[in-house]
């Protein structure tokens, strides 16, 4: 599969028409209430407010499951909201679980605010290890209060692995900050495991098209928004999968994120090699249960070879027990958003130990 070829192609197409048939993604069922702030020292004398929209079920008595949730590259915490719904829904398989859902705003991103003071720092620069520090310290805010579980995409699911490697660097983990279960929704892929599309410099030429240099952020890439839509919800036929927003239902719901170039580049490899995760940061000894899903028409990587490689690297678990690959048209790089009961057989697994439905 020339995976390459197909992703710059959808990017070509989507330029020029978007499908004239998407489904309208529905208003979150649960109650959002709104962005909550956490104040983070990303470097010493440096801060961000990270902001958190907050999903509640519409159960008043519901006890158990809190789940945190870390956007990809480009994106915003809003794009978690469809997930919201389903999982915090009537319909979900995990209604008796999961009461609450935090989806995080990485810094410079949605709701968050920029770096401060801006003197001192451009949000350009933010770089991913200043998204695992977002990250943990979110997480040690909320620690104690209920069991967690925490849901990575893209890049954001890189920062939840690399927030585990900080950890255990650290003679901690997840776990100790109460993260029992851990879902990877096509991440993006650490060192050392092999990623074709950033090692063979196709990331880095394509990423190159949307740089820019903004007065007050610095260098950023910056997406548009109809070019957005086609990288991560067209499949590999040039087709948009039901559930599309269209662009300017991506912009109004703000879905759409610019990306500090700093960032962008360790993800591409630009700033030397990506970032490290260990062998087994996610073993059952760690503490920390792990679920991957990959998805066929996911252009970013190559399914299932590098998929499968890197749950296997992550959680030495062999017999795959808790990696689904997703098959059919319709499994996009973004299908948490546009159809998010491709979850179900991952959360069964999590939270009930069910692996009925693979």
Known sequence: MNYIKLWATGVTRTAFAIAASVLMCKEAVAHNRG????????????????????????????????????????????????????????????????????????????????????????????????????????????????????????????????????????????????????LLLAPSIPSPMPWAFVDSGAFAGLASQFVTQDPVLGLIAYIPSNIWVGMFFMNQSGQFVPGTPTPAEAESRGYISFEPLVAASELAALAGPRPFVRSGAFNRHNGTQLAYIAYEQDSFTLFPDENKALYEHLTEDAKDRGFFARRGSTTVHDSFLADPAHVDAAMQYLLHGDTDHK
């Open 35 to 182: 962005p909550r702030n956490v104040t983070v020292e990303l470097r010493p004398g440096i801060f961000s407010d990270v902001s958190l929209d907050t999903y509640r079920s519409s159960d008043r008595h519901c006890r158990g499951v809190s789940a945190f949730a870390v956007h990809g590259l480009a994106h915003t915490g809003k794009t978690f909201a469809p997930l919201a719904e389903h999982l915090l829904g009537a319909s979900s398989p995990s209604t008796e679980k999961i009461c609450k859902l935090y989806a995080i705003n990485l810094p410079a991103h949605g709701t968050s605010s920029l770096p401060y003071p801006a003197e001192k720092m451009m949000a350009g620069e933010l770089s991913l290890e200043d998204y695992t520090t977002a990250l943990l310290a979110v997480l040690k805010h909320h620690h104690g209060k209920k069991p967690t579980l925490l849901i990575g995409h893209s890049m954001g699911g890189l920062v939840v692995m690399m927030a585990q490697e900080r950890l255990l660097s650290g003679k901690s983990s997840l776990a100790r900050l109460g993260v029992k279960n851990t």
